[in-house]
DNA sequence: TCACCACTGTACGGTAGCGTACGGAAACAT
DNA sequence: ATGTTTCCGTACGCTACCGTACAGTGGTGA
């Protein structure tokens, strides 16, 4: 789970190598998956990394700048990744339905996730809260692009991107807190995903009896 | 913001009133709604109390007993004040339409909501984990039933349920993250609710060209 | 080779909160 | 009124972490 620092010799004398601030905003983020901002200690980090506090207080400040610094290529990292992952496919149906299948599966897997998660359960610091609010208005504006693509007028494509945003959030909240509650079976959730990409491009008439 | 301990003699004799271990939960949920659950420590919360840990460690055996008692009462107090809210409509549709314009409208007042944002925040945590698991379940197994009794077939019911709760949980994120991505003006946020209900009342039957 | 600079370890003081011990006050029963 | 139970305050030690001071070490260029 953790980098431990290696030896670069090969032969006897084992010296452990020198760290980078990179190394420093990496474990921070990696304790932050698990531990959540509570986590990026400075002397846990030490620990962890086979180093002590003398070596993080020549690279940062204090601890508010090592937040700032992991937060801050999280936002660069993440948002990178998820776009470059979509805008490969060229019809917008077909990367709407893209994304929101590749994102409501990505709840399962916890790595990236568990970022996330902990960054959300931090919203007030105030590293953390001008991060998270770039981020979701990246993504609302995104999908309801992808919503004005592919044909409605744009009050409308902003309401339904907003709505599965918000489901994409909630999700990811429901299952980290409940996942019992989510579909368990493969092909039940596969059913799930349908329904829910069926719903958010159905017909803006209200057609029920 | 905190209820001081106030005097309970009119004349001259200012006598502090003892503390029950209800007073102990109730700043404790208190303390959770701005601060969230690291709020909750027995110290600062003696001194909001103008007591002191003497009187804590009478009613409660330590810190972890008064989260499990203030996150059991959330619980009670929660489920019963929403279910009682809405269950007095009698027509199906009204309710769940009552129920999401409710409840997407909640997230802008603070209070209620952000105990729930700071439990979901600490959804680790031993004692919340299994409350949250809990009432989520119980969300989704009652907007179920009401899509249910609208005639849906019961596996589609639970998925609509499921999107309506996960769209909330995502909303109230939102709210609290990236205020600024909902809809603001007054109407629009009407037009906002009305679009979701639509689309969650959705025909299943894909109709569009 | 040697002086300098980037980097790290050690040692220290400070703060915030947890939990315990115990004496004493306040209510209550008799 | 007085003893008993209930409740509360004070004082203490303990742990985890932040941040600083400073002495060292190893690589690198002159």
Tied chains: 1, 2.
Aim: no cysteine; glycine share 8%; net charge neutral.
């Amino acid at each position: 789970m953790v980098s431990e620092r290696r030896v670069k010799g090969s032969g006897g004398k084992r010296t452990a190598p020198r760290l980078t601030a990179d190394d420093w905003t990496a474990a921070a983020l990696e304790a932050m998956a698990d531990g959540g901002l509570a986590a990026v200690a400075v002397e846990p980090l030490a620990a962890r990394l086979g180093a002590t506090k003398g070596s993080f207080y020549w690279h940062f400040a204090n601890r508010d700048a090592l937040i700032e610094a992991a937060v801050l290529r999280w936002e660069r990292d993440h948002t990178e990744a998820v776009i470059g992952l979509v805008d490969a496919e060229p019809d917008p149906l077909a990367r709407l339905r893209l994304l929101i299948g590749l994102v409501l599966h990505s709840t399962a897997r916890p790595v990236d996730g568990s970022i996330e998660l902990a960054m959300l359960a931090t919203a007030d610091h105030p590293h953390v809260a001008p991060v998270l609010a770039r981020v979701t208005e990246r993504r609302v504006a995104y999908t309801a692009g992808l919503f004005a693509a592919l044909g409605w007028p744009a009050a409308e494509a902003r309401h339904r991107g907003l709505l599965a945003v918000t489901a994409y959030l909630g999700h990811a909240q429901m299952a980290h807190v409940a996942a019992g509650s989510l579909p368990t079976a493969e092909a039940d959730r596969q059913r799930y995903v349908d329904q829910v990409i069926l719903l958010l491009t159905a017909a803006s008439a209200p057609d029920r009896a």
